[in-house]
């Protein structure tokens, strides 16, 4: 396909996420290439997954670094090699330092568990059912220096039942998740995604380009 766009994924743990990118790729409905999983935490299963679609991967132990910074140059480093254009943080539990944001500016995409700028941080899913929250959902957005903040591009909503536990409501989430972040990618790779004023617009936007309700407003009785 034309126009390739090439993705640096990172990951600490179970990479549904990750799978999900893999997967609309080898349908040939996003236009990237994924040249890199870097994981920082040996035994993330997201390695299983590179192995088994043969992508290129790398365990980049951060107590190896001598400081926080020098390990995201060092990861900034190992991206720029393979012409990383775009990187994706796919359940990637740490907060991006300077070296790789300045690397990567406004290219740095990353998923979180709640509606932000509501329940950032850890367990956004169990904050949401704490809270009684009636609608809940997951938001891509770019990164900057803070954590979960930075330009939002697309959110999904999802109801939130009284009697949903953690669990539930995460996996409830996670579907959408699994449709959101490929869609983002997309848009990115479309050249659509322009940051301005902390906002991100959409060219040629569509109503549809950036939310989902699931299920969609003004179909119940
Ligand atoms: C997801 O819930 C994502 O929103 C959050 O971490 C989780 C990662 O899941 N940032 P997976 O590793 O992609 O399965």
Do not use: W
């Not at 697309?154 to 959408?176: F, G, H, N, W, Y």
Request: proline content about 6%.
């Amino acid at each position: 396909m034309a126009n390739m766009l090439n993705l640096g994924i990172l990951a600490s743990g179970r990479g549904s996420n990750f799978q999900a990118i893999i997967d609309e790729i080898e349908a040939g409905s996003l236009p990237a290439a994924i040249k890199l999983l870097i994981v920082d935490n040996a035994g993330a299963y997201a390695v299983e997954r590179a192995k088994k679609h043969a992508i290129d991967y790398l365990y980049l132990d951060p107590k190896a670094s001598p400081t926080k910074d020098a390990y995201f140059s060092a990861m900034a480093l190992e991206l720029k090699k393979r012409g990383v254009e775009l990187v994706v943080l796919a359940g990637f539990m740490r907060i991006v330092r300077k070296p790789l944001l300045d690397a990567f500016p406004n290219s740095i995409l990353n998923i979180h568990p709640a509606l932000l700028p509501s329940f950032p941080g850890l367990h956004g899913q169990e904050q949401a059912v704490r809270h009684g929250v009636r609608i809940s959902g997951c938001t891509v957005h770019f990164v900057d220096g803070g954590m979960d903040t930075g330009p939002i591009i697309i959110q999904a909503a999802v109801p939130v039942s009284p009697a949903d536990t953690e669990d539930e409501l995460s996996e409830r989430i996670l579907k959408m998740e699994h449709r959101i972040y490929p869609e983002a990618i997309r848009l990115y790779a479309e050249g659509r995604l322009h940051v301005a004023d902390g906002a991100v617009e959409i060219s040629g936007y569509e109503m549809h380009d950036s939310y989902i309700v699931n299920p969609p407003l003004g179909n119940r009785k």
